[in-house]
Structures are given as C-alpha cells and as structure tokens.
T-cell receptor
Framework: EDQVTQSPEALRLQEGESSSLNCSYTVSGLRGLFWYRQDPGKGPEFLFT???AGEEKEKERLKATLTKKESFLHITAPKPEDSATYLC???????????FGTGTRLQVFP | DAGVTQSPTHLIKTRGQHVTLRCSPISGHKSVSWYQQVLGQGPQFIFQ???????GRGNFPDRFSARQFPNYSSELNVNALLLGDSALYLC??????????????FGNGTRLTVT
C-alpha cells in the first residue's frame, strides 16, 4: 500500500536556526514527490516537484532533496514568515491521485 | 492571474442534509480533483475529473458524487450528511492530461461543519 510518513509532527525553531523536515514514502513506482506549504485556513500552496532520486530543487530559503525512500525539506536561516504546515505527497505511476502525509507544523520564533 | 476558486468558503449543515460545493479551475486547466482534509490530517483524495469524465475515485461512500461541466468547473455533492463529513473540502486543478507531469494547484477550500 502506498504510504507517506512525515517527521517530526511539529518543530519549533529560533529565527536563523536551520533544520530539516523528513518525508519517508513507499509507493509502487514513483511518478513524482510533491512539497506543499499550508497556512491556517488556506489551501496547500505548491512548492516543489521531484521526480527521481538525486534530484534537488531550491526556492529562497527552502531546498528539497529526494532519495529512493525519502525526501528532505531543508530550511536555511528560517524567518517567522516561514511558519506553516509543510505537506509531502507522492504520486504513483498508475494513478493521478496524491497521497499526502500528515504534515510537519513549523513555528519560527523571532 | 486568478487561482482556483471555491464557493462557499464556509457552510454549516445538519445531519441528513445534502450539500453542493463548487470549484472553478485555473484558466486553461482541464483537470479538477477533490480532496477532503480533516483537522490535523493531510488531504485525502475523493475524485478526479478530466475533460468532463471521471478518471479516478478514492475510498469514499456513494453519498459522495461529483461532475465537471463543459467550462471545466466542477461540483462536489454529498448526500445524507454525517457528523464525520465535517472537514475542509479542497479543489485542485492541473494543466496536463492524466499521467502527465503536472502539479496540482489548490483552492482555499470550503469549510463544512455538520451539526
């Protein structure tokens, strides 16, 4: 069964304190792994798609990496505006649906 | 550019009632998907439509149904509401055909409360 597990569930960081979020997955043939950011009361906002092991993508203070079993979202020198829930999702080859993890709730304090 | 728009933003219904949620995709997007997000959980797939045809269905009861119109907008219908149907209902659109490399872009959802 296709599955996504995210850790930690919650993370509190001081402004400027870099860290990483983990997304472990099992899927019967990966078509893509997606990272989304979700603010309270809003829909998920697309950040990255990764397609193959070894691929990396960056956007401002965020960098996503992918291996055959997991993905990391690295946050460098975070700011309070980076506070949000970060969702990871996988898409299998034979389907279009996204299978989401439960997310990591990130809080960055000044 | 307008993103995915959903209406209404909030809705309160009583058990046993019926509800219709509406979604307009990003201009040019032909694929629409519906997801249910319970508080504290990730979104769960309900339906996907492409070119007005159902292309995928998640593990939800037959009380849930949907359709896509010629202008690519979509409706999600839920009959005989249960307390457990209370959730944020998200609509997402994508540019590509099924099985293509095309990310989903989500609206801000409809918050449904069943009392």
């Amino acid at each position: 069964e296709d599955q996504v597990t995210q850790s930690p569930e919650a993370l509190r960081l001081q402004e400027g304190e870099s860290s990483s979020l983990n997304c472990s997955y099992t899927v019967s043939g990966l078509r893509g792994l997606f990272w989304y950011r979700q603010d309270p009361g809003k829909g998920p906002e697309f950040l990255f798609t990764l397609y193959s092991a070894g691929e990396e993508k960056e956007k401002e203070r965020l960098k996503a990496t992918l291996t055959k079993k997991e993905s990391f979202l690295h946050i460098t020198a975070p700011k309070p505006e980076d506070s949000a829930t970060y969702l990871c999702a996988v898409q299998a080859l034979e389907t279009d649906k996204l299978i989401f993890g439960t997310g990591t709730r990130l809080q960055v304090f000044p | 550019d307008a993103g995915v728009t959903q209406s209404p933003t909030h809705l309160i219904k009583t058990r046993g009632q019926h509800v219709t949620l509406r979604c307009s995709p990003i201009s040019g997007h032909k694929s629409v998907s519906w997801y249910q997000q319970v508080l504290g959980q990730g979104p769960q797939f309900i339906f996907q439509y492409y070119e007005k045809e159902e292309r995928g269905r998640g593990n939800f009861p037959d009380r849930f149904s949907a359709r896509q119109f010629p202008n690519y907008s979509s409706e999600l219908n839920v009959n005989a509401l249960l307390l457990g149907d209370s959730a944020l209902y998200l609509c997402a659109s994508s540019l590509g055909q099924p099985r293509a490399h095309s990310p989903l872009h989500f609206g801000n959802g409809t918050r449904l409360t069943v009392t």
